[in-house]
């Protein structure tokens, strides 16, 4: 090694690349001093070719989990036992490799008992219990550290829906030897049983193999396989795994890789579900649809949607070109995909979109149908390059206060337009002008044909996704919307990936995403600039919503940017299912009004908890950087401030929660107030930590009928540097800085 070294010297090559040599050089030359973690089992642990996809054994997904000072193999073979690993050599070229302090896991079952297979077949109370006891012998002789797993289960349900267990003696054999042998134990066995009943008879299709056929090339018929695992069943049991790798204290835990959330480790974070997709394409021009802006193009999109449904699923493709079309309705295993160049403009003719039964704020109610709709439906896409408009223009009234003199004259001249008296406020239509006098959401009329009068008035959300599953919004642009542009309700396994969502900022009600009574969610990526707020967690509103009780939970977002906005992170007001294990990271918000923004009122009832925010960045905020607001309806705040304690009320069913929120990392330059917490005296805001802060702003912080309330590290860069405490507990100041 030295003459080499002195070889490059000698010719003047650069020291930077000498060096990387060297340490090119010196790692492979010195002994590698990682612990390594030996998988060793059967297919439902082992790697799958790519041929297998998307059967995915759950050591696939183990060492996504870890950090790189440990090195994890998975040695686990299809269809091996605790007999046949031996005999075909498997755990000689394990063996051959584990040096002392490795660690070996161990997890068979499965194959051990197929009584008429003798390659395979031990017997759980003899063979089963020798071999495992054989394998922890030699490990231990090696140095390392044998680990035991029982098997995870299958998946069986009788006829009343009740879960089956398959697995006869074997978990109980390997609960037992890691009793009598001190051996760490991961009971997979019982966990994935849990796992497996929470997600249902239906439900846990999802955790295993079962796709209709063309999907997959190796399965052209379709397959159900309630042993192997899909993608996401495997990261479900691979979580299970490192979870209880935490619950018995095992030295492993320290290698476990932690998520942005102080809280939490990566493999805690919610799992989503992905769609899947056949190749098939209906390219819409074959249903007559012409993209020349003109022709109306409803029955062609919505032909090739229906023909593609109906063969089992494929892609709808909308090439480059300006479509003209009314209500668009998605349905099960259908991708509808919109190539680069391609424009969809929503008609302005409001009666091409009818009344239909819908939510507004949290309420059911009439509403027009929206652009793009799907009920009920499973595995739908809508992804591409392209984008929707909504001609929110024909649909939204306008404030002249919000725009300029030359805005005002261009949106008034849109023909069929009132005035009010005061010519202050623009209406589109008479029955526009009509509804926002006199309708109040939850007041419920009589009749259709009542609402049917202030039709203009029930504009429509953009894109409503309504009890659906496995849904993916991917890459397209949603842009002007006649109020918010997607709101998926009552959906689970939802992912929302590099979606653009813009509005004018004088477009009311234009919120870019409202997620209600949602679970496992992810939104990734995604720009959104509109004229309301940001992102929005819902769950119904007041009676309605804790009637209906399902909140929106297991919710991921990250990477995504915020500009104009009412809020960039808001959660409210209409929670009153409750809100709950949310987590938030390393987002930007660029003028939106209020950056992370919390509101309610009384009336709502509903818990908002377990909120976890790490890594956002924000500047030229107008009002607030961090507001808890439980006063949203503005009425009661100013007077609650002067006297708190006299606008104390009963605690009754309408009484809403705010607690449990971890907020860290959180810069922001410009703002009214770093901080302003307003709970109500009856139900303070509690346990709020903010940790690792730099906010600049006008005003440092106010805080009344808070308990809990924790700053840790924070500096506040404002004018007025007084932190102002009123009626509150338990407040703790740690390390704030001027």
């Not at 690349?17 to 439902?44: E, Q």
């Not at 799958?48 to 059967?55: G, R, V």
């Not at 900022?505 to 969610?521: H, I, K, M, P």
Request: neutral net charge; charged residues 25%; hydrophobic residues 40%.
């Amino acid at each position: 090694m030295k003459n080499i070294i002195s070889v490059f010297y000698h010719k003047s090559v650069r020291a930077g690349l000498c060096l990387s040599v060297l340490a090119l050089m010196l790692a492979w030359t010195l002994p590698d001093d990682k612990p390594t973690v030996f998988l060793c089992g059967d297919s439902t642990m082992a790697n799958k070719a790519l041929i297998d996809a998307p059967e995915t054994g759950w050591g696939m997904v183990f060492p996504e989990f870890f950090t790189d000072a440990v090195r994890i193999e998975n040695h686990a073979v299809n269809g091996r036992s605790t007999k046949s690993f031996r005999t075909l050599g498997h755990w000689k070229g394990v063996m051959d490799k584990v040096k002392q302090g490795d660690y070996v896991v161990l997890q068979f079952g499965h194959n051990d008992q197929k009584e008429g297979d003798t390659t395979r077949y031990a017997a759980p109370q003899t063979d089963y219990k020798k071999n495992l006891t054989r394998f922890i012998e030699e490990i231990k002789a090696k140095g390392a550290n044998p680990i035991l797993a029982t098997p995870v289960n299958r998946r069986k349900f009788d006829d009343k829906g009740v879960f089956v267990d398959q697995h006869g003696e074997y978990p109980s054999v390997v609960r037992a030897l890691a009793k009598e042998l001190h051996i760490p134990l991961l009971d997979m066995h019982q966990k994935s049983q849990k796992v497996i009943e929470a997600h249902g008879v239906e439900g846990s299709k999802n955790i295993f193999m079962h796709f209709i056929g063309g999907y997959y090339l190796k399965h052209p018929k379709g397959i159900e396989d309630n042993t192997h695992f899909s993608r996401y069943g495997a990261e479900l049991m691979a979580s299970l795994a490192a979870e209880s790798l935490v619950e018995i204290g095992h030295p492993l835990r320290s290698f476990l890789k932690k998520s942005p959330f102080e809280e939490k480790y990566a493999f805690e974070l919610p799992k989503i579900c992905l769609p899947a997709f056949r190749r098939d394409t209906y390219n819409i021009v074959r249903y007559g649809a012409k993209p020349d802006g003109v022709t109306l193009n409803t029955q062609a999109i919505n032909q090739a949607i229906d023909m593609a449904h109906q063969a089992g699923g494929g892609v709808v493709l909308i090439p480059s070109g300006v479509w003209l079309t009314a209500g668009i309705v998605l349905k099960s295993n259908v991708n509808l995909h919109l190539n680069k160049g391609a424009l969809v403009l929503f008609t302005d003719d409001k009666k091409a979109f009818p009344l239909v039964v819908a939510t507004y704020e949290g309420v059911e109610t009439y509403r027009c149908q929206a652009p793009i709709s799907a009920t009920d439906a499973e595995n739908i896409a809508v992804t591409g390059d392209g984008i929707f408009d909504g001609n929110g223009q024909v649909w939204r009234m306008l404030k002249r206060s919000k725009v300029n003199e030359a805005e005002w004259k261009k949106i008034t001249a849109l023909k069929g337009g009132v005035f009010d008296e005061k010519k202050e406020n623009w209406y589109p239509s008479e029955q526009s002008y009509k509804g926002n006098q006199w309708y109040k959401p939850g007041l419920l009329m009589s009749s259709k044909e009542e609402y049917e009068t202030i039709h203009d008035f029930l504009r429509p959300n953009m894109v409503v996704i309504n009890r659906c599953k496995k849904v993916l919004l991917e890459g397209v642009t949603f842009q002007n919307s006649p109020a918010w542009t997607m709101h998926p309700l009552l959906t689970e396994h939802l992912t929302i990936r590099n979606v653009l969502s813009k509005a004018p900022s004088f477009a009311q009600n234009s919120d870019a995403l409202d997620l209600e009574s949602c679970r496992n969610v992810l939104v990734e990526g995604c720009h959104f600039d509109v004229g309301d707020d940001g992102i929005t967690l819902k769950s119904g509103r007041d009676e309605f919503g804790r009637k209906r009780g399902i909140p929106t939970e297991n919710v991921i977002i990250k990477d995504t940017k915020v500009y104009q906005a009412h809020g960039g992170f808001v959660i409210g007001s209409e929670m009153s299912g409750g809100v709950r294990n949310i987590f938030v990271s390393n987002c930007t918000f660029m003028g939106s009004d209020i950056g992370l923004r919390f509101k309610t009122t009384r009336g709502r009832g509903g818990i908002v908890e377990n909120i976890y925010i790490s890594d956002i960045t924000m500047s030229d905020i107008p009002a607030e950087a961090i507001l808890f607001d439980m006063y949203y309806n503005g009425k009661e705040a100013a007077e609650a401030l002067k006297n708190p304690q006299g606008d104390l009320k009963p605690v009754n069913e309408g009484t809403p929660q705010f607690r449990n929120f971890f907020i860290r990392n959180i810069t922001c330059r410009g703002a009214q107030y770093g901080v302003f917490v307003q709970g109500l005296p009856e139900m303070n805001v509690q346990n709020v930590v903010i940790e690792n802060a730099v906010l600049q702003a006008k005003k440092a912080m106010f805080c009344t009928a808070g308990e809990g309330i924790q700053l840790k590290n924070v500096q506040f860069i404002a004018e007025e540097k007084d932190i102002k405490v009123v009626n509150s507990k338990k407040v703790v100041v740690n390390g704030v800085k001027y």
